[in-house]
């Protein structure tokens, strides 16, 4: 190898490792809450083997058992916020090299959010702190924290924290400014979520609900607005079943008046509150480049024949453009 192609390897190889370095920064930071995780005189935290939230809302958690198992009679994951503790019984797996695993796996619930019964922990929004409680035959107490894992940064197609699907909800693992581990809830902000997107031969139908939305779903009227200044929004009629709404796109009124491609976006509105419709409770990162929907040819009832493309944009949010290349003029002629 040449010098200087040596030269600007090594300068590319640096330029790389510094870029890794800012990024898992960043994710520290973000991931870092400004709260100690660790009570007076608590013990050192023990270091968790694994520790995650898989699909926005499931607690995986692998932990090495800091005390023989012989000694003790109950062992539990404490998740404690406010004065508020919600107490998960641990799982006890002898490992072949005789030691033992203390393993979890439970779907976390919102309080608010997800209606009674459901199986898992119910929390409310804010830091919640993790303890193992190790309660020996004696009735002896001991409470010792667990240390939060350092995350490895990714830039794949999916996130790593994504909301929970169902409600909105986000929960996180996090570090405190002393390592120690916490899951953080977050609270869905009102949106409306894009359920399904039919393409049909004469009509395009799009299908949704309301996530965190007091007033019921027919306060809200369902509007196409074309992008540009001075636009007027198209009033979509629609059919709401509780939070649920299903219309579909005015195409006639919407390719009305030239034969140029307009793009549309499509939202909701309740007076001066406009929620644009998108597909947001997803892990995808890029739902542009993954939910990727296909022109189609739309024949409407006056002989117009439209080319279509509902599609959803870099942010999610449902957009589409249209045109006319057959008009009832162009058969007649």
Same mark, same amino acid.
Not at 18 to 38: C, N
Not at 254 to 275: E, F, K, P, V
């Given at each position: 190898?040449?010098?200087?192609?040596?030269?600007?390897?090594?300068?590319?190889?640096?330029?790389?490792?510094?870029?890794?370095?800012?990024?898992?920064?960043?994710?520290?930071?973000?991931?870092?809450?400004?709260? !100690?995780?660790?009570?007076?005189?608590?013990?050192?935290? #023990?270091?968790?083997?694994?520790?995650?939230?898989?699909?926005?809302?499931?607690?995986?958690?692998?932990?090495?058992?800091?005390?023989?198992?012989?000694?003790?009679?109950?062992?539990?994951?404490?998740?404690?916020?406010?004065?508020?503790?919600?107490?998960?019984?641990?799982?006890?797996?002898?490992?072949?090299?005789?030691?033992? !695993?203390?393993? #979890?796996?439970?779907? !976390?619930?919102?309080?608010?959010?997800?209606?009674?019964?459901?199986?898992?922990?119910?929390?409310?929004?804010?830091?919640?702190?993790?303890?193992?409680?190790?309660?020996?035959?004696?009735?002896?107490?001991?409470?010792?924290?667990?240390?939060?894992?350092?995350?490895?940064?990714?830039?794949?197609?999916?996130?790593?924290?994504?909301?929970?699907?169902?409600?909105?909800?986000?929960?996180?693992?996090?570090?405190?400014?002393?390592?120690?581990?916490?899951?953080?809830?977050?609270?869905?902000?009102?949106?409306?979520?894009?359920?399904?997107?039919? #393409?049909?031969?004469?009509?395009?139908?799009?299908?949704?609900? #309301?996530?965190?939305?007091?007033?019921?779903?027919?306060?809200?009227?369902?509007?196409?607005?074309?992008?540009?200044?001075?636009?007027?929004?198209?009033?979509?009629?629609?059919?709401?079943?509780?939070?649920?709404?299903?219309?579909?796109?005015?195409?006639?009124?919407?390719?009305?008046?030239?034969?140029?491609?307009?793009?549309?976006?499509?939202?909701?509105?309740?007076?001066?509150?406009? !929620?644009?419709?998108?597909?947001?409770?997803?892990?995808?990162?890029?739902?542009?480049?993954?939910?990727?929907?296909?022109?189609?040819?739309?024949?409407?009832?006056?002989?117009?024949?439209?080319?279509?493309?509902?599609?959803?944009?870099?942010?999610?949010?449902?957009?589409?453009?249209?045109?006319?290349?057959?008009?009832?003029?162009?058969?007649?002629?």
């Amino acid at each position: 190898m040449g010098e200087p192609l040596l030269s600007h390897a090594v300068r590319a190889a640096k330029w790389a490792r510094g870029t890794a370095v800012r990024a898992r920064r960043r994710a520290e930071q973000i991931d870092t809450v400004p709260a !100690l995780g660790a009570r007076a005189r608590s013990r050192p935290p #023990l270091r968790p083997l694994h520790l995650s939230l898989l699909g926005g809302r499931t607690l995986n958690l692998a932990l090495p058992c800091p005390v023989p198992v012989a000694d003790v009679a109950q062992m539990q994951l404490h998740l404690e916020s406010h004065g508020r503790v919600e107490q998960l019984p641990l799982e006890q797996e002898p490992q072949p090299d005789g030691s033992t !695993l203390l393993t #979890l796996t439970t779907p !976390l619930r919102h309080a608010r959010h997800n209606p009674p019964g459901t199986r898992g922990p119910r929390l409310t929004d804010g830091l919640w702190r993790m303890s193992l409680v190790a309660v020996d035959h004696q009735g002896r107490i001991r409470r010792t924290p667990i240390a939060a894992l350092g995350d490895a940064v990714s830039d794949g197609p999916t996130l790593r924290t994504p909301p929970d699907p169902a409600t909105g909800v986000q929960y996180r693992v996090v570090r405190t400014l002393d390592g120690h581990a916490m899951v953080k809830v977050s609270g869905p902000r009102r949106q409306a979520e894009l359920t399904s997107l039919d #393409l049909k031969w004469d009509r395009i139908t799009v299908k949704g609900r #309301l996530i965190a939305v007091r007033a019921a779903g027919g306060h809200y009227t369902a509007e196409a607005v074309r992008r540009g200044v001075g636009a007027t929004p198209l009033a979509i009629a629609t059919h709401w079943q509780g939070q649920e709404f299903t219309f579909d796109l005015p195409l006639t009124e919407m390719s009305r008046g030239g034969r140029a491609q307009r793009m549309w976006d499509i939202r909701l509105s309740a007076g001066t509150t406009h !929620l644009k419709i998108a597909r947001r409770l997803t892990d995808v990162r890029s739902p542009k480049r993954v939910f990727r929907t296909p022109f189609r040819s739309v024949a409407l009832e006056d002989g117009t024949v439209l080319r279509v493309h509902a599609h959803l944009s870099a942010a999610g949010t449902l957009a589409v453009s249209c045109a006319p290349f057959v008009t009832p003029e162009d058969t007649n002629r």
